[in-house]
């Protein structure tokens, strides 16, 4: 199991490749008393080709997989198959971004986000 170290921060959206480039990996969702639990399915990536992007609200990972070209290489139109993987979803401020861990085993990124505490009322 390898831990994720690539996070950037950024205070606006980015868009700097076009959409078509990625695949929309499937994902599981699971609400915890006291986290957030992600699993997003990313398989050929490594933990050197995720990326995990925080804007405000959003959490935007990029996962690109290992592209190998083979000595006996032909054109087979697999290019849409082999596409890199981006994930973007709007969680809301109500985590902490900051203690973000993440995790890649199998093909499976495990990202697990801590809730805010709730401002105590005096």
């Not at 990313?42 to 990029?62: H, K, N, Q």
Request: charged share 20%; hydrophobic share 35%; aromatic share 4%.
């Amino acid at each position: 199991m390898h831990t994720i170290i690539h996070r950037v921060n950024h205070s606006h959206s980015p868009g700097t490749e076009p959409s078509q480039a990625f695949r929309s990996p499937h994902n599981d969702c699971l609400d915890q008393s006291s986290a957030l639990k992600l699993a997003i399915y990313v398989p050929g990536v490594e933990a050197s080709g995720v990326e995990i992007t925080t804007a405000g609200p959003d959490l935007i990972v990029t996962a690109r997989k290992t592209h190998h070209v083979r000595p006996n290489w032909q054109a087979l139109h697999l290019e849409r198959a082999q596409r890199d993987y981006q994930f973007k979803l709007r969680l809301g401020l109500g985590l902490n971004y900051g203690a973000l861990q993440a995790s890649v085993a199998r093909g499976v990124l495990t990202i697990v986000l801590p809730k805010s505490k709730p401002a105590r009322s005096s």
